[in-house]
């Protein structure tokens, strides 16, 4: 049997040792050396303040069918967050807060949500408008984001119905490394899973089990099945603390 002397297999695992632990800190530099671009490059730097217009162009003439009467929209609510929360999207099932925001206009519980998100460093602030006394109309309302804060979440009822709401969600107002001057985005209407309503003014019907927030294609409908614009929402640079 061939014998390696002590001192000789000693001197082999520490090379190996060597070479491993070199293979470990050049990784680990590399990672490092890879975080700014991957997180630093497009983010925006300071604060920017914007304001927010919500135009409705609801009325009997563009959505006929079972128009109701005191058609209005609720107070304008959301907040200003990182990537970590999502207060609300298709496809997730609506928080308590969501809810009584999409049935019944009622903000309370949903801005506890984003005080808790805020809490615990994931929302920078409640962002809450006017409401819309009419079905058409406009509500204004002003908010800052930051580089830590740059999502814009916001949402209102359309009153009365279901569960049905209109709104954008985690809208990223940092763009390639620059606050967004100016976006006009056309809202669509969401379906909160929480009412089986199908008619601005059925019977209060709670869905069991609760099911996931949709893009709303039935109710008030179209002959092709499609939903008519209910409102736009344009955001506007106002002002940059950097």
Known sequence: ??????????????????????FVCTSLLSACASKPELYGTNQCKGSASYSAEFKSTWSADTHPTEFPDQAHFSELIGATHNSEVSFWSIGQKASAGIKDVSEQGINRKFIKEVKWAMK???????????????????????????NQYSLLTLMTM???????????????????????????????????????GEAYTSEDKVTMPKAAITELHHGMHNDNGLIPQFATLSLKLTSLNQ
Do not use: H
């Not at 602030?125 to 908010?143: H, M, Q, R, W, Y």
């Not at 940092?174 to 089986?196: F, H, P």
């Open 120 to 146: 615990i460093g994931k929302a920078g602030s409640v962002v809450n408008g006017p409401d819309i006394k009419t079905a058409s109309g406009l509500a204004e309302v002003e908010f800052k984001v930051s």
């Open 1 to 22: 049997m061939f014998f390696v002397p002590f001192r000789s297999r000693f001197m082999f695992l520490q090379s190996v040792k060597n070479v491993f632990t070199l």
């Open 158 to 196: 359309i009153a009365p119905s279901p569960d049905w709401f209109v709104g954008v969600s985690g809208l990223n107002l940092c763009e390639s490394g620059a606050w967004v001057q100016n976006k006009s985005i056309d809202l669509k209407v969401y379906d909160a899973g929480t009412d089986e």
